[in-house]
């Protein structure tokens, strides 16, 4: 039987991809330098592949971001040197972030509001560049109605676009022999008049006399059968996470002239496949399609490069997961019918115990435990004379920038050669200092900068019983940068407080309020790899349950504000919005079962370049006092999406974009904030970074943030004092 991979991780072994990158930011490295590290990086990803399966795509190598390349192919951005196009992912013409689909991977979303579809052409035959570089596989691109359906400014004139996009991808397609189309944007919830257009676009290009291998993931295609009308060489499709794809086939057959890719093993988890079950599910495709192709299901860059390069978990649970060259390797054996050698001896949530007072707790829930005792307008009048703060109060989102000292620190703790008392009194200087700049600068709540944190999410679970870490588990987030993500398998516990004594050092220093500083269950969930053997509602409110633990021992310290950051809170919910219920119903209740305290305690809630304009209702249900947002490379466009409803809470306005070292200028910001006043009153408003600031380096953070207090300072003199209603 044939196989086909693809997605891996573009990472390299020890993160190569991000160093030299980021050298030739640095003016180490010279363009010429920087591609031909890229060719190398690809040779390496073929080299994974043709240890394990006889086809994949060349030329998913990308500079930064496969979207933005894509944009760049098709004429609506030009570029004449990596200076020119790396401006667009950090520089002054940075593009919006935004998460790509339901995962932790983000992307910079074109935008065509100034194009036309006359104005696009054929700029950079990307797939042809690498078909005559590399002398295998199928050339690889992003096709044309994921491109549009992610970006901004196509409503309009959807249909234009999608017709000119059909024409210049007939070119792309004419080129080369055959060709790798990934078009994920297929599982969603589509219009009629979406699908007409998918129709006439592939009818269009298949006409090419090129294979056309178009493949789908993270869900179920609704319309499988209308693919099925266009003659596709390869059609794949997600049967881990689409379990409709399968009904449709059993129920209607796949054309026997067409190639099924079926992906059988997860390209989103780190369990090792269970073997019964992916035979019997490819025995049930092969009674259905005569050309069948075993795969993964969806692109293997959310997992880990190899499980391999890890060498401090517990043999059991080392044995019974799989990275991303595990997966190949199962891929392999799986069409060899040796699916016996892929088995392993763990299974999720095996290596513990259960908990049975963790369990109880969340059986004990009753409604009463979901929703904070004081409604919000109460609590903002309480928490206005507690905290006394001024309009226009300004603050960060949390992290201050983590230096090559900091994390020589950290990395000569986890090894041992930095005693453990010398580490935390080398953390309380640093708190010290910031404590300090912050007071200097201006900030009217301050924050303890999150030194002692290696990622908001790993430095948690590192502290509660149920997880696990790992030393070399990155996994792309975006561009250059990657987390790892632990590795949930038991019931959660906290063990002891996990941040206090950070925290109450802090307010010890000063008397402005100290922001505490928590993740939230929901994010700690989506940027996990998570156990499968229980319901995963109940695994988010064993974590709340911690951090509302964490929120009482706060509150008896006398910490008055407290933030619990939910940046994935969007990106978990489903594809389908029929689907969306069940989902947003657990998750609010997890956040809220968190936030459960006192009036006087405001509750803030952190997210990020996600698309809330369909989920404010939602929004609004969570029991937060203050949400921070994004605000700066959108121009504030988000506000426009609390237009149309009475949102009555406050708003921390993102009106730095850290992800790109430029300083902002006073003015941009002031514009942001200006745009927001004409949807919200004064004393809705905050002024913040749209993130953490750990990546920055000093002296930008310490202008932007000048330039940030000033702007608080002024548009709080040109405003009436008001208190809330």
């Known amino acids: 039987m044939q196989t086909y991979a693809y997605g891996f991780p573009r990472l390299g072994k020890k993160r190569e991809y991000k160093r030299v990158i980021e050298a030739f930011w640095r003016n180490e490295l010279t363009e010429q330098e920087l591609l031909a590290s890229f060719d190398l990086f690809q040779r390496h990803m073929i080299e994974s592949y043709e240890s394990c399966v006889s086809t994949f795509p060349v030329g998913e190598i990308t500079y930064y971001d496969s979207m933005l390349d894509t944009a760049i192919m098709v004429g609506l951005y030009k570029f004449s040197g990596l200076d020119d196009y790396y401006d667009m992912c950090r520089g002054k013409g940075a593009l919006e972030l935004r998460k790509w689909f339901n995962t932790n991977y983000h992307y910079l979303v074109p935008d065509f509001s100034t194009a036309r579809p006359a104005s696009l052409g054929l700029h950079w035959n990307k797939p042809l560049d690498y078909f005559l570089r590399i002398d295998r596989g199928i050339p690889y691109t992003i096709g044309p109605f994921t491109l549009l359906k992610l970006s901004k400014g196509t409503s309009g004139n959807f249909a234009e676009f999608m017709e000119a996009l059909a024409e210049i991808y007939f070119q792309i397609a004419s080129s080369v022999p055959s060709l790798h189309i990934d078009e994920p944007a297929l599982v969603l919830q589509l219009t009629p008049g979406e699908r007409n257009s998918i129709k006439r676009t592939y009818q269009r290009i298949t006409q090419s006399g090129s294979e056309v291998n178009l493949f789908t993931y993270y869900d ?4 499988l059968e209308e693919l099925y009308e266009i003659p596709f060489f390869s059609l794949g499709v997600d049967f881990v996470h689409g379990t409709g794809n399968l009904e449709t086939i059993l129920r209607s057959g796949f054309p026997g002239a067409m190639r099924l890719i079926a992906g059988v093993v997860d390209g989103r988890n780190i369990w090792k496949t269970d073997i019964q079950k992916a035979t019997r599910l490819i025995e049930a495709l092969r ?3 005569d050309k069948l192709v075993l795969s993964n299901a969806g692109p293997l860059f959310h997992l880990p490069v190899s499980v391999s390069y890890e060498y401090g978990l517990a043999p059991e649970l080392k044995e019974g997961i799989a990275f991303a060259e595990e997966r190949l390797t199962e891929v392999r054996l799986l069409a060899q019918s040796r699916a016996e050698q892929t088995s392993g001896s763990a299974k999720s949530g095996s290596l513990l115990p259960g908990n049975t007072v963790v369990q109880k707790r969340v059986a004990d ?7 904070r005792d004081v409604p919000y307008k109460v609590r903002s009048r309480i928490q206005h004379q507690t905290l006394g703060l001024p309009l226009f109060p300004s603050t960060t989102i949390g992290s201050f920038p983590q230096t090559k000292e900091i994390r020589a620190k950290r990395a000569a703790f986890r090894n041992g050669s ?3 008392e010398q580490y935390k009194h080398f953390i309380k200087e640093k708190i010290e200092e910031v404590v300090r700049f912050q007071e200097d600068t201006g900030l009217d709540v301050l924050v303890h900068g999150e030194f002692e944190r290696s990622d908001m999410v790993e430095f948690f679970a590192e502290k509660m019983e149920g997880f696990t870490c790992t030393r070399e588990g990155w996994v792309l987030s975006y561009g250059t940068r990657a987390y790892r993500p632990p590795i949930l398998f038991g019931d959660v516990s906290r063990r002891d407080p996990m941040t206090l004594e950070e925290i109450c050092y802090a307010q010890s220093l000063t008397r402005k309020p100290i922001k505490g ?19 995963i509602e109940k695994t988010a409110y064993q974590i ?7 929120i009482q021992d706060y509150q008896n310290a006398g910490i008055r504000i407290i933030q619990v950051d939910e940046p994935a809170f969007r990106e978990g919910a489903p594809l389908k919005k029929r689907d969306w219920d069940f989902y947003y119903s657990w998750a609010t209740k997890a956040f809220n079962l968190a936030v459960k305290s006192d009036p006087q305690t405001q509750i803030h809630t952190h997210m990020c370049y996600s698309d809330f304009g369909d989920i404010i209702q939602q929004i609004s249900a969570l029991d937060f006092d203050v949400i921070s947002v994004e605000a700066s490379r959108s121009g504030g466009e988000i506000i426009d999406q609390f237009r149309e409803m009475n949102f009555g809470k406050q708003i921390g306005l993102g009106v730095w974009d850290i992800h790109s070292p430029v300083v902002p200028k006073a003015e941009q910001m002031q514009k942001v904030v200006r745009k927001a006043l004409e949807v919200l009153n004064p004393d809705q408003l905050w002024v913040n970074p749209d993130c953490g600031l750990k990546t920055r380096g000093w002296e930008e953070t310490k202008a932007a943030l000048r330039n940030m207090v000033t702007i608080s300072r002024i548009m709080r003199s040109s405003s009436r004092n008001t208190t809330p209603d």
Request: aromatic share 6%; hydrophobic share 45%; glycine share 4%.
């Open 220 to 223: 179920s295609v609704d319309n």
């Open 287 to 289: 009674q259905k399609a």
């Open 544 to 550: 709340a349950l911690c951090l509302n633990d964490e």
């Open 418 to 420: 930095l005693h453990k």
């Open 365 to 371: 829930l009753k409604e009463g435990d979901f929703v």
């Open 517 to 535: 500083m928590l993740t939230g269950p929901v994010t700690i969930l989506a940027w996990s790899f998570v156990r499968e053997d229980i319901a």
